[in-house]
């Protein structure tokens, strides 16, 4: 069984800064990548879009809405993912998702993960 945890969302001003961070717990074998995802008030699971991805061997990709302003980083010790954001804008408000592509110990399976969520809300 593999859980992904994400803590620190909440509500801060435009201009403010944020940091998430999601957590993978279990019986994990190996990692391949981690990312993070938001779903937009109004919108639907298949929806959610891509924030920030990091993989394995350190590569990190952003969409054009958030660069320059979010950075993804991870700890491989402790197979958590971070997600600092700032110069938030209400626009980023959001339902933020970390997931996971892993392959667990049972069944040596590659499969992706999804965090519970952790709702943002940028507004003054």
């Known amino acids: 069984q593999v859980q992904l945890v994400e803590s620190g969302g909440g509500l801060v001003q435009p201009g403010g800064s944020l940091r998430l961070s999601c957590a993978a717990s279990?019986?994990?074998?190996?990692?391949?990548?981690m990312g993070w995802y938001r779903q937009a008030p109004g919108k639907q699971r298949e929806q959610r879009e891509l924030?920030?991805?990091?993989?394995?061997?350190?590569?990190?990709n952003y969409p054009d809405s958030v660069k320059g302003r979010f950075t993804i980083s991870r700890d491989n010790a402790k197979n958590t993912v971070y997600l600092q954001m700032n110069s938030l804008e209400p626009e980023d408000t959001a339902v933020y998702y970390c997931?996971?592509?892993?392959?667990?110990?049972?069944?040596?399976?590659?499969?992706?993960?999804w965090g519970q969520g952790t709702q943002v809300t940028v507004s003054s």
């Open positions: 279990g019986s994990i074998f190996s990692i391949y990548s």
């Open positions: 997931n996971a592509d892993l392959k667990t110990r049972q069944t040596m399976t590659r499969y992706v993960y």
């Open positions: 924030v920030a991805g990091n993989t394995s061997g350190g590569g990190t």
